[in-house]
């Protein structure tokens, strides 16, 4: 098809690299290859029983039917009721909005309040689709580096120091991805009270992760903070604590005038997501919440083996991540370094992008490249896979980069 047909604004929109990486591994283990996937960020385990029994109950009553555009009335009770159980945060169900995972309500919401030119400040390494999703809604993003020694956390005075007149989001993810870096009560109380000092600032806290936080403080949500609750929108979701990535829910919890915003876009776009996994979605927050520990302290046991594997190979430097479930090496130490390829050819390994290429080529294990984070020298792994896999994963990784001259 001719090329002319696309829009500019897909033109200029770069694809999502962890989906990417994740379809290239998908294809490759189509073609016979033994690829071991620690690309994609998702939960490795069945979503629990009893959200699949709720599932089950609701297509057999017949919840068939358009739901209201922003979710059930029964759905958004039990999020508002889980907001001000686990978050300290008081949200009415009309100032939620459920979509199609925390990536539409994320997405729905940057449309909603980001006029052209303006900015959007987000602090990185980040998570692939926030910057795309700005530029959609034709703001612009302003980048902030947290560095490896800051801990991959930005400090008030660069949050100071990025604000400017037109500056009308913050978005920031803790516990985060792609770096697993979890900002403390000490830490965020300081950046909320930079911004108290801004009041045309919205901030928009994902905080998907939240239950993959293996800290003795726990999650500390920006909802615990009064001084901002009137311009605070959190997203969050079932993909990532229930193990419901492929369900496609999420919500947005803001400003009413925010949430209603949202849901009248979402009314000319996609309407009221899944009545099933709605339905699940509700079980999931109304349950018993055993299987969200159950499957923290499983990954707290591949985080510890998988940062084991990875110091015992020279020259890749980590923070021990105290949250999410990806490991965030920096592998600058190879960069420069080359290998014979099964063609003969001499290639040399300049970038991150070429290490992620290398290692999904002869280690056959799919990572993402720390540039698709907004830091370059660094890859992505996540370990939300089986101990086995990690263990085999690492090794070959050892092997493929002991290979490097
Ligand atoms: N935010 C972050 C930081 C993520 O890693 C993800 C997972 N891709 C999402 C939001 C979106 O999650 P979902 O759409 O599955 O709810
Ligand atoms: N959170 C996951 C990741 O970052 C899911 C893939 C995506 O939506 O980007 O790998």
Same mark, same amino acid.
């Given at each position: 098809m001719e090329q002319s047909f696309i829009a500019d604004r897909i033109k200029r929109l770069a694809e999502s690299a962890t989906l990417a990486m994740s379809q290239k591994s998908s294809e490759l283990r189509a073609a016979g290859v033994d690829v071991i996937n620690l690309s994609v960020g998702e939960p490795d385990f069945p979503t629990p029983d009893h959200i699949k029994l709720?599932?089950?109950?609701?297509?057999?009553?017949?919840?068939?039917?358009?739901?209201?555009?922003?979710?059930?009335l029964s759905l958004r009770e039990a999020i508002a009721d889980k907001l001000s159980r686990e978050n300290h945060a008081s949200f009415t169900p009309a100032q939620i909005v459920v979509g199609t995972g925390a990536k539409q309500e994320l997405s729905n919401t940057i449309m909603a309040? /980001?006029?052209?030119?303006?900015?959007?400040?987000?602090? /990185?390494?980040?998570?692939?689709?926030?910057?795309?999703?700005?530029?959609? %809604?034709e703001g612009t993003p302003v980048l902030v580096q947290a560095e490896m020694s800051q801990g991959f956390?930005?400090?008030?005075?660069?949050?100071? %120091?990025?604000?400017?007149?037109?500056?009308?989001?913050?978005?920031i993810c803790s516990p985060s991805n792609p770096t697993g870096a979890v900002y403390t009560r000490e830490e965020i109380a300081a950046l909320v009270e930079v911004l108290r000092r801004h009041p045309q600032v919205l901030?928009?806290?994902?905080?998907?992760?939240?239950?993959?936080?293996?800290?003795?403080?726990?999650? /500390?949500?920006?909802?615990?903070?009064p001084e901002i609750a009137d311009r605070l929108v959190i997203v969050n979701g079932v993909s990532k604590a229930? %193990?419901?990535?492929?369900? !496609?829910?999420?919500?947005? %919890?803001g400003p009413a005038p925010v949430a209603k915003a949202v849901s009248k876009l979402q009314g000319q776009t996609t309407s009221g997501t899944s009545t099933i996994a709605q339905k699940a979605?509700?079980?999931?927050? !109304?349950?018993?919440?055993?299987? /969200?520990?159950?499957?923290?302290e499983a990954f707290r046991r591949r985080r510890d083996l998988i940062v084991g594997l990875a110091r015992e190979i020279p020259g890749l430097e980590l923070d021990m991540p105290s949250g999410a479930f990806y490991i965030f090496p920096c592998i600058k130490s190879y960069l420069g370094k080359s290998y014979t390829a099964a063609d003969g050819t001499r290639r040399t390994i300049s970038t991150d992008t070429e290490m992620a290429m290398y290692l999904l080529e002869e280690a056959h294990v799919a990572t993402v490249a720390g540039s698709a984070f907004f830091l370059p020298g660094y890859i992505r792994l996540s370990y939300a896979a089986a101990e086995e896999q990690l263990t085999a994963a690492m090794a070959r990784i050892s092997d493929a980069l002991a290979r490097l001259k």
């Open positions: 709720a599932a089950i109950s609701a297509v057999e009553n017949n919840f068939s039917h358009y739901s209201p555009v922003p979710g059930y309040v /980001v006029n052209p030119g303006d900015e959007v400040i987000i602090p /990185v390494p980040a998570w692939v689709s926030y910057v795309e999703m700005v530029k959609l %809604a956390k930005v400090t008030p005075e660069q949050l100071e %120091a990025a604000i400017t007149p037109r500056t009308r989001v913050v978005l901030i928009l806290s994902d905080e998907i992760y939240e239950h993959i936080n293996y800290t003795p403080q726990g999650h /500390v949500s920006f909802g615990e903070f229930y %193990a419901m990535t492929g369900w !496609r829910i999420g919500y947005m %919890a979605a509700e079980a999931a927050y !109304r349950g018993a919440q055993e299987c /969200v520990e159950q499957m923290r």
